[in-house]
């Protein structure tokens, strides 16, 4: 069942679509896409598919609104603005701690490539609200080194084993961060696992993380 949500974040609306499948979900899943791409994005999309088979709600969000996305496609001065995008993703973790059907679960996030790095900053900003964290060929390298040091979601990094310059800089992550992290190559893959069978295996490792490390809050 997807419901359509609007997210208020410092004057922006920002829509989205929440997805709850059918039986009790055993956490939510906040999606944050990479420069260029939207909750359409239908590399998230199936990955949050996979989530909803191992019953887990998903909240794919818009980061930027319609007009920002217009003036972005020609200026490109917001797709490193990772600042904002974590402010627009704690407006979110906000937003489904009083949603209907998922504000009692644990939230954990899923972001790719520079979403990765908002990812990584919300989980840092609010680490008693994020309790699980996976990266798809994410830039951690973005992310502000404080809020990188203080996260303490457990954390797992995807890269395609193709991507060597993305896969130095989530080494240099894995060393920094002081939450359990692990990271995980999947071979052959480029940036964005567009190889047969990359994307599958981001999604049977992310719905992994997740149900291991989404429990139910007391």
Known sequence: MTTEVRVAADGAVLPGDLVVPGGTARGVVL???????????????????????????????????????????????????????????????????????????????????????????????????????????GRPDLTPPDLLAAVRAPTLLIVGGRDEAVIAFNEDARRALRAPVEQQIVPGASHLFEEPGALERVGDLAAGWFTEHLAPRA
């Open 31 to 137: 999606f944050a896409h990479g420069s260029g791409s939207s909750r359409h994005s239908p590399r998230n999309r199936e990955v949050a598919a996979r989530l909803h088979e191992a019953g887990l709600a998903t909240l794919l969000l818009d980061l930027l609104t319609a007009e920002e996305e217009a003036a972005e496609r020609h200026t490109r001065h917001l797709r490193f603005d990772i600042g904002l995008l974590i402010d627009r993703l704690e407006a979110a973790v906000d937003a489904l701690t009083h949603t209907t059907d998922v504000g009692a679960l644990p939230i954990g996030c899923f972001g790719a490539s520079t979403g990765a790095a908002a990812a990584l900053g919300v989980a840092g900003r609010r680490p008693e609200a994020i309790a699980a964290v996976v990266s798809r060929g």
